[in-house]
T-cell receptor
């Protein structure tokens, strides 16, 4: 059973645009929601994370919006750059178990 | 070395070979993980070690055998693998306490091809 659903699978954005990736979860025991960025040939790297007691977290051009009642959270990349082209994974943690979404391949065209 | 390192980075093996993947974390964490990443699938958790003790085996076939001699090192021993086991194998570490779990930090992975 897929406990974290991520969409879209792929996303193409023009330079300077806003990239939005959405995730939904089912398990209410999840207590930590990180986003990972993965470039080809590299392991996933933590980008930004949020706990369910806040509705938004912003770090530079990256913002997580969190809706606890709807069990949804999203990543917004403002002023998207070609260097942001990568695969993005949302995830959710309960204890030591990290459950990943299926990933979104983002391409930012120059 | 910093962070989480994995060796080898690439491995090609036949179905009858025996090989091992190595992971080392330089972050002082107490938990280590093996994940499998296949194309177009979510990362699959394989094994979890807390304080060198295996706490989770996510229904992984016995042809994969983990070993955690100490909190900094993790191995994945491979034998009689199948072509469908070809994937990127990722190691991760984190600091786990009774109150919370910190972020997992990943290594670069080993790209495994089984012929």
């Amino acid at each position: 059973q897929q406990q974290v659903k991520q969409s879209p699978q792929s996303l193409i954005v023009q330079k300077g645009g806003i990239s939005i990736i959405n995730c939904a979860y089912e398990n209410t025991a999840f207590d930590y929601f990180p986003w990972y960025q993965q470039f080809p040939g590299k392991g996933p790297a933590l980008l930004i994370a949020i706990r369910p007691d806040v509705s938004e977290k912003k770090e530079g051009r990256f913002t997580i919006s969190f809706n606890k009642s709807a069990k949804q959270f999203s990543l917004h990349i403002m002023d998207s750059q070609p260097g942001d082209s990568a695969t993005y994974f949302c995830a959710a943690t309960s204890g030591s178990r990290l459950t990943f979404g299926e990933g979104t391949q983002l391409t930012v065209n120059p | 070395e910093t962070g989480v390192t994995q060796t080898p980075r690439h491995l090609v093996m036949g179905m009858t070979n025996k090989k091992s993947l190595k992971c080392e974390q330089h972050l002082g964490h107490n938990a280590m993980y093996w994940y499998k990443q296949s194309a177009k699938k979510p990362l699959e958790l394989m094994f979890v070690y807390n304080f060198k003790e295996q706490t989770e085996n996510n229904s992984v076939p016995s042809r994969f055998s983990p070993e955690c001699p100490n909190s900094s090192h993790l191995f994945l021993h491979l034998h009689t693998l199948q072509p469908e086991d070809s994937a990127l194998y990722l190691c991760a570490s984190s600091q786990v306490s009774a109150e919370s779990t910190d972020t997992q930090y990943f290594g670069p992975g080993t790209r495994l091809t089984v012929l």
